[in-house]
Nanobody
Framework: QVQLVESGGGLVQPGGSLRLSCAAS????????MAWHRQAPGKQRELVAR???????DYADSVKGRFTISRDNAKNTVYLQMNSLMPEDTAVYYC?????????????WGQGTQVTVSS
């Protein structure tokens, strides 16, 4: 079991920055692939960024060059640095932890943090 708690959301003007944090507890953090997803009103949840246990990263095309995902295994925390924010980035952002074992995928979600980009 993994418990995930997001923080760092809020209201920011277009062009501004925010850093989201996701603190994990309850299991061996370093073995998990960590990801940020988001869900805007009336839309499906989508993958924003992902970082593997080996620190490989990938991003949604819409955030490439603006967002950076990173992890600190010593602090059991994953971060999402969001720069040059746009109104279309407004959504609830969710942290996800996933690992595979014996052909089974184990996935865990945080409760989400609201990001609103508006002037």
């Amino acid at each position: 079991q993994v418990q995930l708690v997001e923080s760092g959301g809020g209201l920011v003007q277009p062009g501004g920055s925010l850093r989201l944090s996701c603190a994990a507890s309850g299991s061996i953090f370093r073995i998990y692939t960590m990801a940020w997803h988001r869900q805007a009103p009336g839309k499906q949840r989508e993958l924003v960024a992902r970082i593997t246990r080996g620190d490989s990263t990938d991003y949604a095309d819409s955030v490439k060059g603006r967002f950076t995902i990173s992890r600190d295994n010593a602090k059991n925390t994953v971060y999402l640095q969001m720069n040059s924010l746009m109104p279309e980035d407004t959504a609830v952002y969710y942290c996800n932890a996933a690992r595979e074992s014996g052909g089974i995928t184990y996935g865990y979600w945080g409760q989400g943090t609201q990001v609103t980009v508006s002037s």
